[in-house]
T-cell receptor, first 115, second 115 residues
């Protein structure tokens, strides 16, 4: 099955700095890579996702890059703000071909943005 | 419209008792997932329902865990003879279908504490 590794487990930055979170996956058939943000005591929410037919996607201060050859993808947050402080989860999955669609999540990165 | 809802929000029980957790997915969402999130940990997949297909139970940690779903609506997760290691937040998520790259919408979770 799929195995997703996420690093670092904790990331502390100053407000305005950039933050990068990296994930690797093992299943070369994986083709969908979402990122979820979970604020303290709240539910995870999708912030950005990328499909295997593109290498990069941006949404304002957030971007995700994908390297299918190396089987890794990264979340980039620029001009970080205190409200970006949360736990971020990456995930990998593939569209089902007779099986079920179950994403495999990374263990999460706790991002702390200091004002 | 209404998002995914879960009840109860908190449940405290004694070791050995049975508990039942409820999830109401977003109307029209055919896929439903249950996850377990221990304190400070990632999302551990438990079980997946897709329409009228047989559920994927590959993530259930023991035969004390079971889940049901009525059609494409409410799901219940039952834990029998609870143990202290069952203490965690149990998250439910739903998505539109498995056929496309679909965002998972999470409920607020049920925090289970086994004394």
């Amino acid at each position: 099955g799929e195995n997703v590794e996420q690093h670092p487990s904790t990331l502390s930055v100053q407000e305005g700095d950039s933050a990068v979170i990296k994930c690797t996956y093992s299943d070369s058939a994986s083709n969908y890579f979402p990122w979820y943000k979970q604020e303290l005591g709240k539910r995870p929410q999708l912030i950005i996702d990328i499909r295997s037919n593109v290498g990069e996607k941006k949404d304002q201060r957030i971007a995700v890059t994908l390297n299918k050859t190396a089987k890794h993808f990264s979340l980039h947050i620029t001009e970080t703000q205190p409200e970006d402080s949360a736990v971020y989860f990456c995930a990998a999955s593939r569209t089902p071909t007779g099986g079920s669609y179950i994403p495999t999540f990374g263990r999460g990165t706790s991002l702390i943005v200091h004002p | 419209g209404a998002g995914v809802s879960q009840s109860p929000s908190n449940k405290v029980t004694e070791k050995g008792k049975d508990v039942e957790l409820r999830c109401d997915p977003i109307s029209g969402h055919t896929a439903l997932y249950w996850y377990r999130q221990r304190l400070g940990q990632g999302l551990e997949f438990l079980i997946y329902f897709q329409g009228n297909s047989a559920p994927d139970k590959s993530g259930l940690p023991s035969d004390r865990f079971s889940a049901e779903r009525t059609g494409e609506s409410v799901s219940t997760l039952t834990i029998q003879r609870t143990q202290q290691e069952d203490s965690a937040v149990y998250l439910c998520a739903s998505s539109l279908s498995e056929r496309n790259y679909n965002e998972q919408f999470f409920g607020p979770g049920t925090r289970l504490t086994v004394l």
